[in-house]
């Protein structure tokens, strides 16, 4: 059960919030996040009113249950009344629960991704493409902003890597599931004897770093230019304006090239590897965290096969929830994106809650001991 005055906190919280927001008074600075806690709160408080008022039709249905004096009819009709408000109730207590669950910061933020040709030869390439057609088609549909940060094609018309920003309200916490390896199974163009083949291609989904989030030193830097090798005419290929930038402290390395300006690409590449360095800091919380936990819906390991795109038989299969959807095309399309992501969060949150039941009665057994 959730103590009464949390949720009675948490009323009161939403009502201090209301009154400072509609009095005009409030800092400018400070109006944004209270704004978007007074909307986070909107979502639950429904749940919490009706919460607390079943905890006062309990207290007053079960005087009518054990009074003695009552008529058996009466009280079986108080019985009868109260099953079925613990059974709306229980809705009530998921959403609260859910709403206490820790935040993840970076939900709310934009993100960047990363596609990969991987195992495959061309065939990866193309799949890569296929998938970032279908990510730009969600894209479309919600009506997100995606830019191409940076992009590399194959022989075959398919992608070696691609980079892109999106952004919209709570990017990362709709994609971050995305991250892993996606595996699919068809016959390629090129087959002339009708087999099917397996390639993969990988995606990495980031949080959008903003410069308040990763400071970032000039001098734990070194930036090399080069010459572009890629296409983009003679400009491009006679200047150096393509950029690698390495992060001393952390090893990791992004280069640039799609630019003609050495500025814009030292500018994308900034913002690639502060995405990448906010992303690594994220990883150590994250790992400090999963020494108590048993189980955890999507780890965001690029390594990870996630999900297998089976074209023969028409279907999608998330493998870390068992879902299978016969609905491939429709998938590949952008249309039923949501489906798949609405069943991962899902699942998620289930785990989320057990693992705070698990955590809660693992401290409870220990404070006995005491």
């Not at 996040?33 to 309990?58: G, M, P, R, T, V």
């Not at 009280?75 to 206490?100: C, D």
Request: glycine fraction near 4%.
């Amino acid at each position: 059960m959730i103590p009464i005055k949390k949720v009675e906190e948490l009323l009161q919280k939403h009502k201090n919030l209301e009154t400072e927001l509609s009095s005009g008074n409030i800092d400018k600075k400070l109006f944004a996040s209270k704004s978007k806690e007074y909307s986070d709160l909107n979502d639950i408080i429904s749940s919490a009113k009706n919460y607390l008022e079943f905890e006062k039709n309990k207290k007053d249905l079960e005087k009518i249950i054990n009074d003695n004096n009552n008529d058996e009819e009466i009280k079986e009709m108080a019985k009868v009344e109260f099953e079925e408000l613990v059974k709306l109730n229980e809705l009530n207590i998921k959403n609260i629960k859910l709403f206490l669950l820790p935040k993840d910061d970076a939900d709310a933020k934009n993100a960047i991704i990363e596609i990969r040709a991987g195992t495959g030869g061309l065939e990866a390439s193309l799949f890569a493409s296929d998938l970032f057609k279908m990510y730009e088609k969600v894209c479309n549909k919600k009506k997100w902003n995606l830019d191409i940060i940076s992009i590399s094609k194959s022989e075959a018309g398919g992608l070696k890597e691609v980079i892109a920003s999106i952004k919209g309200k709570n990017i990362y916490s709709l994609l971050k599931y995305e991250s892993g390896v996606h595996r699919v199974q068809r016959v390629p163009d090129t087959e002339t004897q009708g087999r099917v083949h397996t390639s993969a291609a990988t995606v990495a989904v980031l949080p959008e770093a903003e410069e308040v989030d990763v400071k970032i030193e000039e001098k734990d830097l070194r930036i090399d230019v080069f010459r572009s090798s890629g296409p983009g005419g003679q400009s491009v290929n006679t200047t150096d304006s393509a950029v690698r930038i390495t992060h001393i402290p952390t090893g990791l390395v992004v280069s640039q090239q799609d630019e003609k300006s050495q500025i814009r690409n030292k500018e994308k590449g900034l913002k690639i590897l502060r995405s990448r360095i906010y992303e690594l800091e994220r990883q150590k919380i994250e790992d400090a965290r999963s020494k108590d936990r048993r189980n955890k819906i999507g780890t965001g390991d690029r390594s990870e096969r996630i999900r297998t795109y089976n074209f023969p038989q028409g279907r999608v299969t998330d493998h870390r929830i068992n879902l299978t959807l016969h609905k491939l095309e429709e998938f590949m399309q952008g249309e039923i994106f949501e489906e798949i992501v609405e069943n991962l969060t899902l699942q998620a949150q289930e785990e989320e809650l057990k693992q705070l039941k698990w955590i809660i009665k693992k401290y409870s057994v220990k404070a006995q001991r005491f």
